[in-house]
């Protein structure tokens, strides 16, 4: 379509039209049913397109030749003649190309082919108008938005995500926890010692620790300060995203969060190394 050219284009739309011998016969309204052919709305009960073209212009089905023809004129004097640079140093071929319109409606029968091309070559180039009409009301609508919008001084922030939560499991010798009880809070350098001497470390949400705990066997033992056994520690972290699913102790100890509470969740002893297959070992 783009190697056709606008003249073509426009040649082939004129002659698809003219083949509709109404547009000969017509005394009043050609130009409105030239337009209603185009837009394939001739036996539409929809006649939105060729509304918004012909209502702006006062093209009705009724209108006369004349009126049909002051119509090309301005269509004529607007794309041909009014937008030329030169237009100023041409003010006699402006009036004689303005009233060329109007002269081709008072021609002859001889002429009735030629009327008729004029008619067709318009409602062709006022097909446009509809986009132009639609963009129109589309920019007005806009800034009608724009102006109910109400007026915002900064863009609020979005709401911080909320934490999530993570249980931190480690196996150590018991003469490393024997001086904690559960519910205490550890610190960030306590945490990172306790990691330092575990043997296993699990770091997951803690609802999948309390279910890994159903598989240890746990014995609630004096827990000796000069024993080797092995004592299963869980420490809660409120906000502990950072740690889930690490497999290196090194990752962990440098994504722990230093203003946050470690609180110990559970402390028993080991009676076996039974439900540590999903655990990390050192």
């Avoid at 337009?35 to 006369?64: D, F, M, V």
């Avoid at 009014?82 to 190309?97: H, S, T």
Wanted: net charge neutral; proline share 5%; charged share 25%.
């Amino acid at each position: 379509m783009a190697n056709k050219g606008i003249k073509k284009i426009y040649g082939q739309v004129i002659e698809e039209v003219y083949k509709d011998h109404q547009i000969q016969s017509l005394r009043r309204g050609r130009l409105y049913k030239v337009i209603q052919i185009i837009l394939r709305e001739e036996y539409s009960e929809n006649q939105e397109k060729t509304q918004a073209i012909c209502s702006p212009l006062g093209i009705t089905p009724n209108s006369h030749e004349d009126d049909d023809y002051k119509v090309i004129k301005d269509l004529a004097e607007t794309f041909f003649i009014d937008k030329q640079p030169f237009a100023e140093n041409l003010k006699p071929v402006k009036n004689m190309l303005s009233n060329a319109a109007i002269q081709v409606g008072k021609m002859g029968q001889q002429l009735t082919d030629n009327k008729v091309e004029w008619i067709l070559l318009a409602g062709c180039a006022l097909v446009g108008v509809f986009f132009c009409v639609q963009y129109l009301n589309d920019a007005k609508q806009r800034n009608i938005e724009q102006q109910q919008k109400p007026k915002q001084v900064g863009r609020s922030p979005s709401p911080p995500s909320p934490p999530i939560s993570a249980a931190l499991c480690l196996i150590v010798p018991a003469k490393i926890v024997s001086s904690l009880q559960v519910d205490s809070v550890l610190s960030a350098s306590d945490v990172e010692h306790l990691i330092n001497n575990t043997s296993y470390f699990l770091c997951t949400t803690p609802k999948a620790a309390n279910q890994n705990e159903q598989n240890l066997e746990l014995i609630n033992d004096y827990i000796s300060p000069d024993g080797q056994r092995e004592v299963y520690l869980r420490i809660d972290i409120n906000d502990g995203q950072d740690l889930i699913d690490k497999k290196i102790t090194y990752t962990l100890k440098t994504n722990l969060p230093n203003n946050e509470k470690f609180i110990i969740k559970k402390l028993a002893c080991l009676k076996n190394l039974s439900g540590l297959a999903v655990f990390n070992r050192i």
